[in-house]
């Protein structure tokens, strides 16, 4: 499932396309100044802005593409005997 929607998409895909193109943060914030995008909370972007938008994007993509792994055939031998004895012995009232 994809928790951006389309705007959030769009200025994601507009950071990476112009800092593909060699454009800084600062630059990024006033392109999008001169072209009067704003955030989804209608605020201004500015570099510390974009710059925490994009690290929670990479992060984002960095925890989607984790891959769980399974380990099987794996055998855990218990001492039965000896827990059997514990148990016995606390039943019974005595004193281990």
Same mark, same amino acid.
């Given at each position: 499932? =994809?928790?951006? =929607? @389309? ?54 993509? @960095? ?8 380990? @099987? ?7 039965? @005997? ?15």
């Amino acid at each position: 499932m =994809d928790s951006y =929607d @389309e705007y959030s998409k769009f200025i994601i895909s507009e950071v990476i396309r112009l800092r593909e193109r060699g454009y800084t943060y600062k630059e990024i914030a006033n392109n999008f100044k001169d072209r009067g995008i704003r955030s989804r909370r209608n605020r201004v972007y500015y570099k510390n802005l974009l710059v925490n938008m994009m690290w929670k994007y990479r992060r984002k993509l @960095e925890r989607e593409s984790m891959q769980n792994y399974i380990i @099987e055939n794996i055998i855990i031998l218990i001492n039965m @005997e000896k827990n059997i004895n514990k148990i016995h012995n606390i039943h019974y009232g005595y004193k281990l």
